[in-house]
T-cell receptor, first 114, second 113 residues
Framework: QKEVEQDPGPLSVPEGAIVSLNCTYS??????FMWYRQYSRKGPELLMY????GNKEDGRFTAQVDKSSKYISLFIRDSQPSDSATYLC??????????????FGQGTTLQVKP | NAGVTQTPKFRILKIGQSMTLQCTQD?????MYWYRQDPGMGLKLIYY???????DKGEVPNGYNVSRSTTEDFPLRLELAAPSQTSVYFC????????????FGPGTRLLVL
């Protein structure tokens, strides 16, 4: 079993739809949870960052972490064609004095159609 | 402030050849990482460094070597290239302060034929 599981998609939605992207994980020591967005032929860029459980909102994006279920989600409201990209979840079990090693999901490819 | 830069952008190697992928950062970050990303897959850690002079293996280190003589540079060396090393290589940095955010370079596409 992989430490982090993510449905690769592809996921195709019409413009304006609400998008839900999810990852599950098996390592209960994960404390830091991130979502990266990767446009085609570009490097990943940090989109959302959450420590431990709870929700975090930034504009049209909301990240949720449910540590009891080992499940994290990214919601995109009013999706736009510019949101078309691959979304990677990433996690780390590190604390102070750590190495910061991230474990990535496979990535979900999203296409938002005008 | 360029952030993380990687060279070359693209390279074709023949089996058995060697090359060095360059990574330079101007953010004065202590931590640096090398990942590879195969088509349709997430990123896998090859090597990382927590500071100048200190490196360690990641998940998939075989066939690669690294060095970290300065804070700014973290080159990745491929010896005896094999088709299995065809991938996109990303360098990333992290400050080591609060949080685990890593900042990625634009990547190097490598094709081994």
């Amino acid at each position: 079993q992989k430490e982090v599981e993510q449905d690769p998609g592809p996921l195709s939605v019409p413009e304006g739809a609400i998008v839900s992207l999810n990852c599950t994980y098996s390592n209960s020591a994960f404390q830091y949870f991130m979502w990266y967005r990767q446009y085609s032929r570009k490097g990943p860029e940090l989109l959302m960052y959450t420590y431990s459980s709870g929700n975090k909102e930034d504009g049209r994006f909301t990240a949720q972490v449910d540590k009891s279920s080992k499940y994290i989600s990214l919601f995109i409201r009013d999706s736009q064609p510019s949101d078309s990209a691959t979304y990677l979840c990433a996690m780390s079990a590190s604390g102070s004095g750590n190495t910061g090693k991230l474990i990535f999901g496979q990535g979900t490819t999203l296409q938002v159609k005008p | 402030n360029a952030g993380v830069t990687q060279t070359p952008k693209f390279r074709i190697l023949k089996i058995g050849q060697s090359m060095t992928l360059q990574c330079t950062q101007d953010m004065n970050h202590n931590y640096m990482y090398w990942y590879r990303q195969d088509p349709g897959m997430g990123l896998k850690l090859i090597y990382y460094s927590v500071g100048a002079g200190i490196t360690d293996k990641g998940e998939v280190p075989n066939g690669y070597n690294v060095s970290r003589s300065t804070t700014e540079d973290f080159p990745l060396r491929l010896e005896l290239a094999a088709p299995s090393q065809t991938s996109v290589y990303f360098c990333a940095t992290r400050s080591g302060g609060q949080g685990e955010t890593q900042y990625f370079g634009p990547g190097t596409r490598l094709l081994v034929l």
